[in-house]
DNA sequence: ATGAAAGCGCTAACAG
DNA sequence: CTGTTAGCGCTTTCAT
């Protein structure tokens, strides 16, 4: 059964494509069709059960009514939550989404975005790895809508969507601070990037605005492409090395994980021995025991504001930059409990 | 700037499209164009940065490279884990994904499937809800590769990957009876779809083979669409009024976060005064404390699976069905501590 | 060894 | 009120 195009149904009515189309795109009025012809083209088109192809009218009106998003990582539950919001938003709207991970390698993501760009999306929702800046300038200075979201160029000027790194980590480590901890370790990922700058200099001044002098042994980086069974090893070694440490705040969601591996196998207690505060928010963080009390992003507020941002800028043929920071949660929970409890 | 395109090219080189169009595609020693020109072509394409229009190359061939994936919820950690594999197994064939979800809604798995349809998919891997029979019984008949996962139609000849839920079920529900606990609950998802039904009859056979009575009222099943604060209070509700359960089996994995909600909430202890198993993995189950014994599906094997059939009948024009099951894995941890132990 | 031309399915300016 | 026609960018048959 091959797919029945306008063309069948012009034949079938006996009418020109023309007017089929001009129906079917709800001109009729408009274009003053009558209405018995109206009814009859209507009525063949769903008894042929006539379906458009996209990819024609894309090809004709250089609009494919997709937004191309691409991500860190499907699987991490971040993305992976950012990208329904997203869906469901652009759903809304009419638009469809096209999902692609870079597991924040810069080739990768500079291939997937050459490969939705041959596929003409119409806007990108971009998470950039740390060299991306270039393609996404290109994106910028061929006019088309793009919002990065999580992390920006700071020598770019670009639409972006992302929460008050600074803030939430001020608030995480002060939180920790506030409970009696003192020598709070940060383990983060060794990345310039300018959300995870930002997570530390959150941290570096929460504690000099506490009088806790900062020692830069006490800050572990670990490389993104570490794998998992490493980091834990890594953060294994880093509280082996520095017992005095007895309060950790984490930069992310993946390497909180791997750091409650590492404290289960160390066997130490939390938050008898040692406090923690993680950035994002997960399953894990909310009913594991102890539940850990964490800097959560208010996800689906950062996927809809995204995708509008885009949806303004396809409408409006505007591409002025717009920064839109949003507000995290402190949200405390067992791990922090006040030290001189224990 | 405006996108180039294979004319501009072939202007500039002063040959015409058709020739551009072979060397770009490869064929140049087939249609034995001169090395020189060739050279000449494919140096300009280069230098004006071309990239090749898919929506066209699409419209012409009739094919996207693109597959669609139709998930119950992409943020739900199983299904964006079946992305991320799905994703990278799909790009090193040359394929894009788009992904969608359902919410397990059958008129939104329907306009989902009409509109990858509408953009041309080359095939669809789908994880349907329980009305989508038709939908993808036209699709079969209407010879598009398509492979059903997690779940099938009994009466319906389809490509499908699945675990052997029956099996994995059996296992998990067998591990409790193994370690001691006798008055088992199983919290299900209610609904008639093969996979949940495959887990309950592996609930009960597992009971009955080791001459446990199967008690209905031990059985609770809640509606896919209930809340997330209305599921804890319900499976609070359940293990108020059978004090008796000793043990609990959840036959997928968001139920048995609410499950671990509710029995935080009521102050019971795992393992002490309850074991659970759960299907489906997560980072909770492997690092919350305790730990849950888990049955846990090889993601990354069904993902690939899914995709490897897919092309495999893109290459080979033959849907014939192939059924591929898969074996689960039983993970023991914390959750299900011998109960005499205790 | 290279090019002209048709056509994939759809839209829209222009004619009438 | 409706039809003719050109064309989006690309591939491919047929001709030369």
Redesign the pocket.
């Known amino acids: 059964m091959?797919?029945i195009?306008?063309?069948?149904i012009?034949q079938e009515v006996?009418?020109?494509?023309?007017?089929?189309?001009?129906v079917?795109?709800g001109?009729a009025k408009e274009?003053?069709?009558?209405d018995?012809?109206?009814e009859k083209i209507l009525e063949t088109a769903t008894r042929l059960n006539?379906?458009?192809?996209?990819?024609?009218?894309g090809?004709?009106?250089?609009q494919t009514h997709t937004l191309g998003l691409i991500v860190e990582d499907i699987s991490n539950p971040f993305f992976a939550n950012l990208a329904r919001f997203v869906e469901s938003e652009a759903d809304k709207a009419g638009y469809t989404v096209m999902f692609c991970s870079t597991e924040n390698n810069d080739e990768k993501a500079t291939s997937l975005l050459y490969m939705l760009r041959h596929r003409q999306m119409d806007g990108f929702i971009i998470i950039p790895t740390p060299g991306l800046k270039k393609e996404v300038q290109s994106l910028v200075s061929e006019q088309k809508p793009v919002v990065l979201v999580d992390r920006y160029f700071q020598d770019l000027e670009t639409s972006y969507v992302t929460v008050d790194n600074f803030k939430g980590a001020t608030g995480g480590v002060g939180l920790l601070i506030k409970k009696g901890y003192k020598k709070i370790g940060l383990v983060t990922v060794d990345s310039m990037q300018i959300q995870m700058m930002e997570r530390e200099r959150g941290y570096t001044v929460s504690l000099e605005k506490n009088k806790i002098k900062v020692e830069s042994e006490f800050i572990l980086r670990i490389p993104y492409d570490m794998s998992y069974e490493n980091t834990v090893k890594a953060i294994e070694g880093f509280l082996k090395k520095y017992i005095g440490i007895d309060g950790l705040f984490f930069t992310t969601n993946y390497l909180g994980v791997a750091g409650l591996e590492s404290i289960r196998s160390l066997g130490r207690k939390i938050p008898g021995e040692i406090g923690v505060v993680c950035f994002d928010d997960s399953d894990l963080f909310r009913l594991g025991s102890p539940s850990i009390s964490v800097v959560a992003q208010p996800i689906r507020a950062i996927g809809e504001k995204a995708v509008d941002l885009i949806i303004d800028m396809l409408a409006s043929k505007k591409m002025d930059p717009q920064k839109v920071v949003i507000e995290p949660m402190i949200i405390e929970r067992e791990s922090t409990s006040n030290k001189v409890m224990q």
Do not use: E, H
């Open positions: 091959k797919n195009s306008i063309k069948d012009a006996g009418v020109s494509t023309t007017t089929v189309s001009f079917l795109n001109k274009k003053r069709i009558s018995d012809l109206k006539y379906r458009p192809n996209q990819v024609a009218r090809l004709r009106t250089g």
